[in-house]
């Protein structure tokens, strides 16, 4: 926050609900005003009840009275959307609680197929998605420009792979000038004009300076850079058949 960034997200069940809790935290000390909070609804049940309780729980462990940027359900896909969209489902009390300001921002995060990501942004109810993307994993570079032209905000998750390219990586590193994998792993993200953030994870102060300064640098990478990148990424393209990401957030 005090490098300027103003955004922060989390879920319902990350940490057991710890996640959620120290945000909020966080949050009301440096001013709820100046942070925006995103969490995440996971579909235990596909009932309005149900999915009202949660986001109370969410609220309550955040410590606020709305949520900035509500992901409605926690990995949605098709079929669990159309669950949810039932009439006297879910989607009633979203509906509800977006009514009364409880969040401000209707999101959902997917890992569903390229086609069913299109087939949800075509439904018109979402202002943004949050969906996997980085050197690795470019599966869904079309539907994330069918986001952004449908007038979504585009959120990241994985930039970095999940820790995957936060190993020195000489080959990628001299593709072109960059002080580090992960360096050139988020500016390879943030080029992407379809992008409008990208979710890092970090493990230490140094990891967040100098994710804040990649993301502060005004140049984007060249035409000529991500054409030298793409080159050298058909040449790994089975790392890209990889789901795992790593991350061992699971676990």
Same mark, same amino acid.
């Given at each position: 926050?005090?490098?300027?960034?103003n955004y922060i997200d989390t879920a319902h069940?990350?940490?057991?609900?710890? /996640?959620?809790?120290? %945000? &909020?935290?966080?949050?009301?000390?440096?001013?709820?005003?100046?942070?925006?909070?995103?969490?995440?609804?996971?579909?235990?049940?596909?009932?309005?009840? #149900?999915?009202?309780?949660?986001?109370?729980?969410?609220?309550? *462990?955040?410590?606020?009275?709305?949520?900035?940027? @509500?992901?409605?359900?926690?990995?949605l896909g098709w079929e669990s959307w159309e669950?949810?969209?039932?009439? &006297?489902?879910?989607?009633?009390?979203?509906?509800?609680?977006?009514?009364? &300001?409880?969040?401000?921002?209707?999101?959902? /995060?997917?890992?569903?197929?390229?086609?069913? %990501?299109?087939?949800?942004?075509?439904?018109?109810?979402?202002?943004?998605?949050?969906?996997?993307?980085?050197?690795?994993? *470019?599966?869904?570079?079309?539907?994330?420009?069918?986001?952004?032209?449908?007038?979504?905000?585009?959120?990241?998750?994985?930039?970095? &792979?999940?820790?995957?390219l936060g190993a020195a990586s000489e080959k990628?590193? #001299?593709?072109?000038?960059?002080? /580090?994998?992960?360096?050139?792993?988020?500016?390879?993200?943030?080029?992407?004009?379809?992008?409008?953030?990208?979710?890092?994870?970090?493990?230490?102060?140094?990891?967040?300076?100098?994710?804040?300064?990649?993301?502060? *640098?005004?140049?984007?990478? /060249?035409?000529?850079?991500?054409?030298?990148?793409?080159?050298?990424?058909?040449?790994?393209?089975?790392?890209?058949?990889? @789901?795992?990401? #790593?991350?061992?957030?699971?676990?």
């Open positions: 926050l005090e490098l300027g960034v069940g990350y940490n057991d609900g710890w /996640s959620e809790q120290m %945000v &909020g935290r966080a949050a009301k000390q440096f001013g709820r005003d100046k942070v925006f909070l995103a969490t995440k609804n996971p579909m235990h049940d596909d009932t309005a009840d #149900g999915w009202w309780r949660r986001m109370e729980q969410s609220l309550e *462990r955040l410590d606020t009275d709305y949520i900035d940027f @509500y992901k409605i359900v926690h990995s669950r949810f969209s039932k009439p &006297g489902g879910p989607i009633d009390a979203m509906k509800r609680a977006q009514e009364q &300001g409880l969040f401000s921002h209707c999101v959902y /995060s997917t890992h569903d197929s390229p086609e069913n %990501v299109m087939k949800l942004v075509d439904e018109g109810v979402f202002e943004g998605m949050l969906i996997q993307y980085n050197l690795l994993d *470019r599966r869904y570079e079309d539907a994330i420009a069918h986001a952004h032209e449908s007038g979504m905000g585009v959120e990241i998750m994985g930039p970095v &792979g999940g820790g995957r990628l590193q #001299g593709l072109i000038q960059a002080a /580090s994998t992960p360096e050139l792993a988020l500016r390879f993200v943030l080029a992407n004009p379809s992008v409008t953030i990208a979710f890092s994870g970090m493990n230490s102060i140094e990891m967040v300076e100098e994710n804040c300064a990649t993301a502060s *640098r005004e140049e984007a990478l /060249s035409a000529d850079e991500l054409e030298a990148i793409a080159t050298a990424l058909i040449e790994n393209q089975k790392l890209a058949e990889l @789901y795992c990401t #790593g991350c061992n957030y699971c676990m």
